[in-house]
């Protein structure tokens, strides 16, 4: 062989080499990957009430007058029980014709509806961040015109927290976890690869559904009883595994 050809089979065979090495250095290590869960609770510090007015009247205008009117009411007695403007929201309106619908005879053309009235609907949503007030907001709200909604849900203003004790928890919980298997295996676990988390949050806790809330005497006061919040958070954690 010439030392031209020499030169470049040598060149050939160190070019070929290379992509073996990176593949060897490429090769994933041995690892494990656990779920980790952790849970925290903590007692509510904000309830959110849904308070809806309805009134049903001949007209349309006569219908929205006195749900204006009720409203106003509601508005006012909210503020001076020490609700912010910010934590009072209207959260729906609608205007609905009532209609009454006639009975056909078989044979006879079909009759058209006839509308008989109007309903209007207005919603607000009020947070409460003084949860001692909470049952005496609902029976004044009922007192001054509320007749629908009632939806009351308890939740937690800032849960940052709360979720940061739920973390540290699912990350010793997978940690834990690690050491068990790899102990039962005969190996040693590393160092942490990858970490990823899922968060759930709790739904706010409702008291009540959307039936029709009915007029009590003023001087009941509706009881209420906020419980906790639960935080789950769960983590998914791959550790190396050493040789």
Do not use: C, W
Request: charged letters at 25%; glycine letters at 6%; hydrophobic letters at 45%.
């Amino acid at each position: 062989m010439t030392p031209k050809f020499l030169a470049v089979a040598v060149a050939a065979t160190a070019m070929m080499a290379v992509p073996f090495a990176a593949m060897a250095e490429e090769a994933p290590r041995p690892h494990i990957t656990v779920t980790g869960q952790g849970e925290a609770a903590a007692a509510p510090d904000m309830a959110v009430l849904s308070l809806v007015v309805l009134q049903e009247k001949p007209t349309a205008r006569e219908a929205l007058t006195a749900n204006n009117e009720t409203m106003a009411k509601v508005l006012d007695a909210m503020k001076k029980a020490g609700i912010a403007e910010r934590d009072l929201q209207t959260s729906g309106f609608s205007i609905d014709p009532r209609y009454v619908y006639p009975e056909n005879k078989q044979g006879e053309q079909p009759k058209a509806p006839k509308i008989v009235g109007y309903a209007v609907s207005n919603s607000l949503s009020v947070r409460v961040r003084d949860l001692k007030k909470v049952g005496d907001i609902l029976d004044q709200s009922v007192t001054l015109g509320v007749n629908q909604g009632g939806n009351l849900t308890f939740t937690n203003d800032k849960p940052e927290t709360i979720l940061e004790e739920a973390r540290k928890k699912a990350v010793a919980d997978a940690i834990a976890k690690a050491k068990t298997l790899t102990e039962a295996a005969g190996v040693e676990v590393g160092k942490i690869i990858e970490i990823s988390e899922q968060s759930f949050q709790p739904r706010p806790y409702e008291m009540a559904g959307r039936a029709k809330m009915m007029a009590a005497p003023a001087s009941d006061s509706v009881p209420v009883a906020a419980g906790e919040n639960s935080y789950n958070v769960t983590v998914n954690v791959t550790f190396e595994l050493k040789n």
